[in-house]
């Protein structure tokens, strides 16, 4: 008999929550996800990214153009915005929250951008098997999870292990951005990268410059409302040759 397959490897950086949708959300997955949901064969998880499964960015977006991946897009404002003010570009938005993939639709078919895919998914399976090898430009991390409870934190998107995943995804020269309101949070990320072999620092002091293509969000205000600082990362992917 086949020995019977894992679930998955790794904890997850996410808890899926299943809450009923508006009308507009609902409408917005059947009108507008043939536009722009991206169909992810499964493997044993519903977020889940069969091995084998491959993105054609070229078919999925009808050309060739650098492509920026934001993880955990939430609402979606940030990837909206940004591929809406740089057309040139194709935008890659990974989220797990279907109310979040809704808004994300539902406001970029408001702004008329077309430049956008979307992809519901666990993030480290599209960066290390879906995505071909060096295809982003770009790959963006905002505000995840921060799972500031101790006993979490192994749960953290950025642990030991991601910059190898991030760094596949990503052309030599390729830029990892990063912001978060968790002090903790943004130390354990610069202390990772700092030690991967595939990433250098693109910024001088302590933290990066705020990254001018990161707009403000309800989130991010939020997190200065209680007080908390922001803090931003840019790191550059080592050549492999």
Known sequence: ??????????????????????????????????????????????TSVHPQARLDPASAYGRTAPLIVEVGSGQGHAIVS?????PADDFLAVEVFRAGLARTMLDADRAGVRNLRLVEANAPEVLSTFLPEAAASEVWIFF????????????????????????????????????????????????????????ERAFDG???????????????????????????LTYRKVSSA
């Open 1 to 46: 008999m086949p020995e019977p397959r894992t679930f998955r490897d790794e904890p997850v950086s996410f808890v899926r929550r299943s809450g009923r949708m508006s009308e507009a959300q609902e409408r917005a997955f059947e009108e507008l996800a043939p536009i722009y949901l991206l169909d992810v064969p499964r493997d044993v998880a519903h």
């Open 82 to 86: 940004a591929a809406s003010a740089r």
């Open 144 to 199: 995840p999870d921060p799972w500031h409870k101790k006993r979490h934190t192994k749960r953290r998107l950025v642990r030991p292990g991601f910059p190898a995943t991030a760094a596949r995804a990503l052309a030599d020269g390729g830029m990892l951005r990063l912001a978060t309101d968790w002090e903790d949070y943004a130390v354990q990320m610069r202390e990772v990268l700092d030690d991967s072999a595939e990433f």
């Open 206 to 232: 302590d933290w990066a410059e705020r990254f001018d293509g990161r707009v403000m969000t309800a989130f991010e205000r939020k997190g200065i409302a209680k007080g908390r600082d922001i803090r931003d």
